[in-house]
């Protein structure tokens, strides 16, 4: 089982900027993917970024392209998730998520279900 801890969540204004954080700890050798997904209230939970463990292939969301960027850094087995230009509708809970799937298996890096393990949340809300 894989641990997830998330830090760096807050309250900025429009245009503002956050980094995330996700320390990650425990049994990640199967570990193919990491993601960020983020559930605003009444909404679904969704996929905003992922990264490929090995390759550090990401993926974005279509909404968050060009502002937010995921990196990890193996050595701290840290996930981040840089997030500039932040929009009010940015806010909600962000989760960080480790997956064992596989794209050649059908798997899915923005699909929640895809995930085994998941952090608590932090929260980030964005004021106008």
């Known amino acids: 089982q894989v641990q997830l801890v998330e830090s760096g969540g807050g309250s900025v204004q429009a245009g503002g900027s956050l980094r995330l954080s996700c320390q990650v700890s425990?049994?990640?050798?199967?570990?193919?993917?990491m993601a960020w997904f983020r559930q605003g209230p009444g909404k679904e939970r969704e996929g905003v970024a992922g990264?490929?463990?090995?390759?550090?292939?990401?993926y974005y969301a279509d909404s968050v392209k060009g502002r937010f960027t995921i990196s990890q850094d193996n050595a701290k087995n840290t996930v981040y998730l840089q997030m500039n230009g932040l929009k009010p509708e940015d806010t909600a809970m962000y989760y960080c998520?480790?997956?064992?799937?596989?794209?050649?298996?059908?798997?899915?890096?923005?699909?929640?279900?895809?995930?085994?393990?998941w952090g608590q949340g932090t929260q980030v809300t964005v004021s106008s």
């Open positions: 998520a480790a997956g064992r799937l596989r794209l050649t298996q059908g798997g899915d890096p923005s699909r929640a279900s895809d995930y085994n393990d």
């Open positions: 425990g049994s990640t050798s199967a570990v193919t993917w």
């Open positions: 990264i490929h463990s090995g390759t550090s292939g990401t």
